[in-house]
Nanobody
């Protein structure tokens, strides 16, 4: 089992920036992809971004983004710390949601049904 702990959510103004962090512990060697989903009130949980190992390691990590955040959000990973970051810039009110860190034993773009571990969620609120 992989344990995920998120940090870095909060309140930002439209056009501002926030950085989320997700620290993984436990059986981290079982994870081949990590990333973020978000869920706004009354909506389904949706994919935001992911980083997947490639060629059998994280050093050549491949990134994936939802169209709605492409060009504004950047996902990265610190392999030494087993931590994934989501740098969010040019924030919009529609980015307001609870953001969940996720880890999967399957490489590639994260899918809800293939996520093995979830974080507790962190609130991001963007005011207009």
């Amino acid at each position: 089992q992989v344990q995920l702990v998120e940090s870095g959510g909060g309140l930002a103004q439209a056009g501002g920036s926030l950085r989320l962090a997700c620290a993984a512990s436990g059986r981290t060697f079982t994870s081949k992809a990590m990333g973020w989903f978000r869920q706004a009130p009354g909506k389904e949980r949706e994919f935001v971004a992911a980083i997947s190992w490639s060629g059998g390691s994280w050093s050549g990590g491949v990134t994936y983004y939802a169209d709605s955040v492409k060009g504004r959000f950047t996902i990265s990973r610190d392999n030494a710390k087993n931590t994934v970051y989501l740098q969010m810039t040019s924030l919009k009110p529609e980015d307001t949601a609870v953001y969940y860190c996720a880890a999967s034993a399957f490489s590639g773009r994260l899918q809800v049904g293939l996520v093995g571990s979830w974080g507790q969620g962190t609130q991001v609120t963007v005011s207009s």
